[in-house]
């Protein structure tokens, strides 16, 4: 009851005003735990993909967490980015393979970065990335990172009717002791951070 509470009187104290949209997939900055990554840290600044960006999502060289992240430096804004166009027109030419759908033939490591800008541009939308982000998890069943961005999907499209689920949703991501820990311990307890706020909606 206290945190309904809190809730109430944080909306009412910040209605009209231009301040971060509170929701699993904007209130989870994750990326604060790469921030030596220099790629990373420049897209937390200049929140635009450049060529050096694509690069480095594109390549097979590059950890799945550390792409992950960028996307996640890269960040949201309320009248949306550009970045998940211009990543899809990039990706487009270097696969030479249509990204209009979730069944385009992608690679599961470019289905989870495309399906993340989706959710982050859109993330009042948060149906419209499940299918690239459920696909890319079923192709890396055993990634952690993987599976929590599909969580944080799952989490912003329950966050309109069921809290509880968006503490379930991280909760049984972070407790699966089978998943590869591919992301970064850090990473995970900022993203606890914030999820564990909806802890006591499952009493």
């Not at 960006?53 to 992240?69: E, G, H, R, V, Y």
């Not at 329950?158 to 990473?187: G, H, I, M, Q």
Request: glycine share 2%; hydrophobic share 45%.
């Amino acid at each position: 009851m206290r945190f309904l509470s809190f809730v109430f009187l944080l909306l009412i104290a910040t209605a009209g005003m231009e301040s971060p949209q509170d929701s699993p997939v904007t209130s989870t900055d994750f990326h604060q735990a790469y921030l030596d990554v220099p790629l990373v840290k420049r897209a937390s600044m200049t929140h635009t993909l450049d060529n050096d960006m694509n690069k480095f999502l594109l390549s097979k060289k590059t950890p799945i967490d550390q792409k992950a992240a960028l996307v996640n430096a890269l960040g949201w804004d309320q009248n949306g980015t550009p970045n998940f166009d211009a990543f899809a027109t990039t990706i487009q030419a270097k696969r030479k393979v249509a990204v209009l759908s979730a069944e385009s033939k992608l690679k599961s490591d470019d289905l989870l970065v495309l399906g993340y800008l989706l959710l982050i541009e859109d993330y009042f939308h948060p149906a419209n990335a499940l299918p690239y982000l459920e696909r890319a998890a079923s192709e890396l069943p055993q990634s952690q990172t993987a599976q929590m961005l599909l969580a944080l999907c799952k989490a912003q499209i329950s966050f309109d009717s069921d809290w509880c689920a968006v503490w379930t949703r991280y909760k049984e991501v972070a407790e699966n002791a089978s998943l590869t820990k591919d992301l970064r311990p850090e990473a995970l307890s900022i993203i606890r951070e914030y999820m564990v706020l909806y802890k006591e909606e499952c009493k």
